[in-house]
Nanobody
Framework: QVKLVESGGGLVQTGGSLRLSCVAS????????MAWFRQAPGKEREFVTG????????AYADSVKGRFTISRDNAKITVYLEMNSLKPEDTAVYYC???????????????????WGQGTQVTVSS
């Protein structure tokens, strides 16, 4: 069982930046693909970005390309989400997720992710 704990959410103005962190415990973090999803009120949870176990492959939703950057530090068992040029439509609860299939690449499909954090709220004011 992998426990994921997100932090770094908050309230920011349009155009601002935030950095989310997700610390893992249990399991073998360095062998898992990791991702960030988000869920806005009344909407389905959606893929934001993912990173392969090695960090060499990443994937982004079109809506965040060029603004968000995912990275990981396997020594610190942490995955990060750097968010720049934030927009009101980025407002959501952001979830960290792990694909615990061994040495997985980053995928967009939510069903590949079997471990989830509790989420952290990001609110972008206009």
């Amino acid at each position: 069982q992998v426990k994921l704990v997100e932090s770094g959410g908050g309230l920011v103005q349009t155009g601002g930046s935030l950095r989310l962190s997700c610390v893992a415990s249990g399991g073998t973090f360095s062998r898992y693909a990791m991702a960030w999803f988000r869920q806005a009120p009344g909407k389905e949870r959606e893929f934001v970005t993912g990173i392969s176990w090695s960090g060499r492959r990443t994937a982004y939703a079109d809506s965040v390309k060029g603004r968000f950057t995912i990275s990981r530090d396997n020594a610190k068992i942490t995955v990060y989400l750097e968010m720049n040029s934030l927009k009101p439509e980025d407002t959501a609860v952001y979830y960290c997720a792990a694909d615990t299939r061994d040495l997985a690449i980053a995928t967009m499909e939510i069903y590949n992710y079997d471990q989830w954090g509790q989420g952290t709220q990001v609110t972008v004011s206009s």
